[in-house]
């Protein structure tokens, strides 16, 4: 299985901070690495596809950047909402794999 | 509206069974290949399996293989799920999915969660 090790697992920021999250995979995913956040209580929700695409819908405050095994979720001016717990997930292969999340909170 | 309302979880024993619902609205199911992920606070965010749009072709992951197996019937808009044989680790909430497309392959839906706890 495709190993995806997220960096930091945790991070203080204040609003309107710029916080960068990586994800390393264990072998090349090529650019099929996705970012979710999930809020307390709610279901993860879909903000970058295929490495770099925006979904529909997500603010431009966040993007992504990377290919092969080393990957970035970058948030600039952070916002209230944005106090989430991060994951990234390989959906080159199965079984899909999911990092093991970066909880951003309030400093 | 788009969404997606899984149903049927509960307490089970171990060695029990339980069947998990999911129920599609606001598109059309048979377009979208499914999934099926479930959480623990201790994990974090597991893969527990797929289908295909027309349900001719499943892959369940290895530590639920022969166990869970993953259905659909797209006349009723519905995923399912069986549980069988569960164990404690077993225990999580269970979140259906949908995939956007073969392309892009990422889960762009997700439901709101259906709660498994395995104890005697």
């Known amino acids: 299985d495709i190993q995806l090790t997220q960096s930091p697992s945790s991070l203080s920021a204040v609003v309107g901070d710029r916080i960068t999250i990586t994800c390393r995979a264990s072998?090349?995913?090529?650019?099929?690495l996705n970012w979710y956040h999930q809020r307390p209580g709610k279901a993860p929700k879909l903000l970058i596809y295929?490495?770099?695409t925006l979904q529909s819908g997500v603010s431009s405050r966040f993007s992504g950047s990377g290919s092969g095994t080393d990957f970035t979720l970058t948030i600039n001016s952070l916002q209230p909402e944005d106090f989430a717990t991060y994951y990234c997930?390989?959906?080159?292969?199965?079984?899909?794999?999911f990092g093991q999340g970066t909880m951003v909170e309030v400093e | 509206e788009v969404q997606l309302v899984e149903s049927g979880g509960g307490v089970v024993q171990p060695g029990g069974s339980l069947r998990l619902s999911c129920a599609a609205s606001?598109?059309?199911?048979?377009?979208?290949?499914m999934h099926w992920v479930r959480q623990t606070p201790g994990k974090g965010l597991v893969w527990v399996g797929r289908?295909?749009?027309?349900?001719?072709?499943?892959f369940h992951a290895g530590s639920v293989m022969g166990r869970f197996t993953i259905s659909r019937d797209n006349t009723k808009n519905t995923l399912s799920i069986q549980l069988n044989s569960l164990r404690a680790e077993d225990t999580a909430v269970y979140y259906c999915?949908?995939?956007?497309?073969?392309?892009?392959?990422?889960?762009?839906?997700w439901g709101q969660g259906t709660m498994v706890t395995v104890s005697a």
């Open positions: 997930q390989q959906s080159y292969t199965n079984p899909r794999t």
């Open positions: 606001g598109f059309t199911l048979s377009r979208y290949w």
């Open positions: 072998q090349t995913i090529e650019n099929y």
């Open positions: 295929r490495a770099s």
């Open positions: 289908i295909n749009a027309d349900g001719s072709d499943t």
């Open positions: 999915l949908r995939a956007t497309d073969p392309v892009n392959r990422a889960f762009d839906l």
